[in-house]
């Protein structure tokens, strides 16, 4: 029992050996501007933004610059021949009409890179929320194995006074006994609390980056927490980015019809060239030459193909505007499901505190008590037991509030770096897009 307690003790003096405090807000930075999920998010978007580049490539032109020489040599019957030829030639191609296919296919693109955009934003919420719920754990277990330690050393005071007073005639051996049973438990509750604070601590570190170090809960939301369950589901329908990035593919998918359909007209190609030089194949014939001509497809039947796709982008739209609808259900129950445990959260810490006060007082009553005979020792150790229980309810109160806060300011769209006033540089890749739609960008690439 000893080794166990000094093992205990040790832990518990490891983790108070914390020199710098670190704030929620600047964890929440930490976990903006490190974490891996951010970064592969907006990854997504520059890839998205990417599509929008070979959409548009569909109906730009396409110029290629290609050089041949040619060395020749015959030897046939007794007579040898040879020789050179170097031409220069010079393509052009570009597809003047496709029905709009195209530029239903370049709108569409745009919808789904909205939509990547609005992904960015909910990964963002998502990181964010996970990360204060991090920290709260770390709070809560940190404050759980400090309570329990606590615990260990009253006990500990319970077992050596039970004996004193079996020493002195004052009690008896079912004090003792019950003491120490007593005693085991809270040594194996508080190794129970180390362990869950080193998970704690382990998904703080994944979702920040460094380790937990003077942690409190205290957070200004600001406005960015509604006042009311009506304002909160207002904020969600219009702001949470996973409805608007619901809303985006329900507008890709129906481009996506738009092209599906516009496959069945024509389409009509330019396509030039020049040669230079050599263009004739022999030393008679050195000169240039081009030509230009106007290509009109007409699909006739196409195995069925076509019809296919049309009925499969039609499908994909309708199933895109379900998904949406029952995206907008869900955002609307976790808004509810936020604000009711927001407001459950706040009553059981109101009693929560009314139950430790009246528990320590009860403690201190009994101990007097039994300290002239009217109480057993098994009373102070139920008395103990209760404010044990009602700290330990308090500290998880807390902590649920805090976490029900963000996940009401998550539900509604507003976790996110800019609204929380976060010390960081925000991510977005919209100076990307604009220079990857830059018509004249790659050609400016190969020239510099």
């Known amino acids: 029992m000893k080794k166990s307690l000094i093992a205990a003790a040790a832990v518990s003096l490891a983790m108070s050996g914390i020199a710098s405090a670190e704030s929620l807000t600047n964890a929440l930075a930490k976990a903006y501007t490190n974490n891996p999920a951010m970064a592969a998010a907006l990854i997504s978007v520059k890839l998205a933004s990417e599509d929008i580049v070979l959409r548009k490539s569909g109906m730009r032109p396409q110029v290629n610059l290609s050089a041949t020489t040619q060395y020749s040599w015959a030897n046939l019957g007794g007579t040898s021949s040879s020789s050179t030829s170097t031409s220069v030639n010079l393509q052009y191609n ?182 230079a030089i050599d263009c004739g194949g022999g030393l008679a014939a050195r000169g240039s030459s081009g030509s230009i001509r106007l290509t009109l497809a007409i699909p006739i039947y196409q195995g069925g193909a076509l019809g296919a796709s049309a009925r499969k982008a039609n499908l994909s739209h309708i199933r895109a505007e379900v998904d949406a609808r029952d995206t907008v259900n869900q955002v609307e129950e976790s808004v509810v499901s936020a604000w009711g445990g927001l407001q459950t959260s706040i009553a059981l810490i109101e009693s929560a505190n009314a139950s430790v006060r009246s528990g320590q007082i009860a403690l201190d009553g009994v101990i007097e008590e039994r300290n002239v005979g009217q109480r057993t020792t098994l009373d102070v150790l139920n008395a103990r037991a209760e404010l044990t229980g009602a700290k330990e309810a308090l500290y998880t109160a807390q902590r649920n509030k805090v976490v029900a806060a963000f996940s009401l300011v998550s539900a509604t769209g507003k976790l996110d770096a800019a609204s929380l006033h976060l010390p960081v540089s925000i991510q977005s890749a919209d100076g990307y897009r604009a220079n990857v739609e830059d018509i004249w960008g790659e050609l400016r690439d190969q020239t510099n």
């Open 94 to 275: 570009q597809r003047l009409f496709d029905g709009l296919k195209t530029n239903a296919q370049i709108d569409q693109a745009r919808a789904l890179a909205n939509a990547a955009t609005h992904g960015l934003r909910n990964t963002e919420q998502n990181v964010l929320l996970a990360a204060a719920t991090a920290y709260m754990d770390v709070v809560r277990d940190t404050n759980l194995a400090s309570l329990r330690a606590d615990n260990v050393k009253f006990l500990r005071a319970q077992v050596s006074s039970a004996r004193n007073r079996l020493d002195v005639g004052e009690g008896t051996k079912i004090d003792v006994a019950q003491a120490e049973a007593r005693l085991a438990q809270s040594v194996a509750s508080y190794k129970s609390a180390v362990n869950s604070l080193r998970s704690a601590q382990a998904s703080y570190v994944r979702w920040m980056g460094t380790k937990p170090s003077g942690l409190n809960s205290n957070f200004k939301f600001g406005k960015a927490l509604p006042r009311s369950l009506n304002a909160a589901l207002n904020s969600a329908k219009a702001n949470h980015p996973a409805v608007k990035t619901a809303q985006a593919q329900v507008e890709a998918a129906s481009y996506n019809t738009d092209a599906a359909l516009r496959a069945f007209g024509p389409t009509i190609d330019l396509i030039g060239s020049i040669c």
